[in-house]
């Protein structure tokens, strides 16, 4: 399974906000990052919208977690950010495959994302962040 480059976007977005001791603006991830300022302010305003992040409005504003990283699953992230998890199409709701009642196939595939997504289920923000002073000195890097 690939994840999209929203829920990649997503990830980083709250690795940056939560290694940050001060507010974050989406410029500043952006450069960091090396990617469009545009796609992160949709980011940024869905994870506003599932009250991961909060904004800071004004002159001096920016983006900040809205909770503590260790209460941030990243298997809750990618299931929000995730539009769908349609492997193969007999997951989807207009399944036309012929061997959909006897094939095996669906069955595996949903015990593997099953699994993948368990995994994800076992670690948080914090997970990611925490004592990581490459990951600080790479970001912050000025």
Known sequence: MRLTTYTDYSLRVLMYVAMKDDLST???IADVYGISKNHLM????????HGLLETVRGRNGGLRLAGSPDKI???DVVR??????AMVEC???GNGCIITAPCRLKGILSEALEAYLAVLDRYTLADLT???STLARTLFAA
Not at 80 to 85: I, V, W
């Open 26 to 28: 989406i410029q500043e």
């Open 42 to 49: 949709k980011v940024a305003l869905e994870l506003g919208r």
């Open 73 to 75: 699953g990243l298997g």
């Open 80 to 85: 929000l950010m995730e539009e769908d998890f």
């Open 91 to 93: 997951f989807t709701k």
């Open 130 to 132: 925490k004592r990581n």
